[in-house]
Antibody, heavy 119, light 107 residues
Framework: EVQLVQSGAEVKKPGESLKISCKGSGYRFTNYWIGWVRQMPGKGLEWMGIIYPGDSDTRYSPSFQGQVIISADKSNNTAYLQWPTLKASDTAMYYC????????????WGQGTLVTVSS | SYELTQPPSVSVSPGQTARITCSGDALAKQYGFWYQQKPGQAPVLVIYKDSERPSGIPERFSGSNSGTTVTLTISGVQAEDEADYYCQSADSNSFVVFGGGTKLTVL
């Protein structure tokens, strides 16, 4: 069974840094793209970017380029989403999801990580 | 980049048919996918590659593509189908876009 298990909720202050994780199991982690999706409170889904853990090929949505860093540790079957400097507007639920095949859909999702940024 | 446009809301009575559309030029060349999201839960894939249904998804969920518009059809809507529905597509470089979402209300 494919599982994506994300790290727990975080409460941070503006200006702080943060790295959240997404651990995959039940499949060959290196062979499937992992994407990150933001959902701000009461809003829709926004695609942030993807990484191919096999070679760390990473692609960002123009809206998030330069704002976050996506990485992966294939030795630990874990993908990461990182903020060097958090802003209050980063408050949201963040999901990781696995591209099931090359057509680009997400058949498997993590449970989400709630990030709250408040002074 | 490209956009996918969905109606903000659709309302139907139980047992009726709900149709949710998603429009965008990219859909003429790329597949459309649909997700259901209930409050406090992660999205769940309900239709992939325009019209394929994942295992475990009820047969009342179906999808179609007519050029630049994909449609999610829920036949015989049940109260449990009340949720937000998002369409999604991806280009050849794996760049993904989501529609704005449609809130399905079961009256």
């Amino acid at each position: 069974e494919v599982q994506l298990v994300q790290s727990g909720a975080e409460v941070k202050k503006p200006g702080e840094s943060l790295k959240i994780s997404c651990k995959g199991s039940g499949y060959r982690f290196t062979n499937y793209w992992i994407g990150w999706v933001r959902q701000m409170p009461g809003k829709g889904l926004e695609w942030m970017g993807i990484i191919y853990p096999g070679d760390s090929d990473t692609r960002y949505s123009p809206s998030f380029q330069g704002q976050v860093i996506i990485s992966a540790d294939k030795s630990n079957n874990t993908a990461y989403l990182q903020w060097p400097t958090l802003k209050a507007s980063d408050t949201a639920m963040y999901y990781c999801a696995r591209h099931t095949d090359s057509s680009g859909y997400y058949g498997d999702w993590g449970q989400g990580t709630l990030v709250t940024v408040s002074s | 980049s490209y956009e996918l446009t969905q109606p903000p809301s659709v309302s139907v009575s139980p047992g009726q048919t709900a149709r949710i559309t998603c429009s965008g030029d990219a859909l003429a060349k790329q597949y459309g996918f649909w997700y259901q999201q209930k409050p406090g839960q992660a999205p769940v894939l309900v239709i992939y590659k325009d019209s394929e249904r994942p295992s475990g998804i009820p047969e009342r969920f179906s999808g179609s593509n007519s050029g630049t518009t994909v449609t999610l059809t829920i036949s015989g809507v049940q109260a449990e189908d009340e949720a937000d529905y998002y369409c999604q597509s991806a280009d050849s470089n794996s760049f993904v876009v989501f529609g704005g979402g449609t809130k399905l209300t079961v009256l």
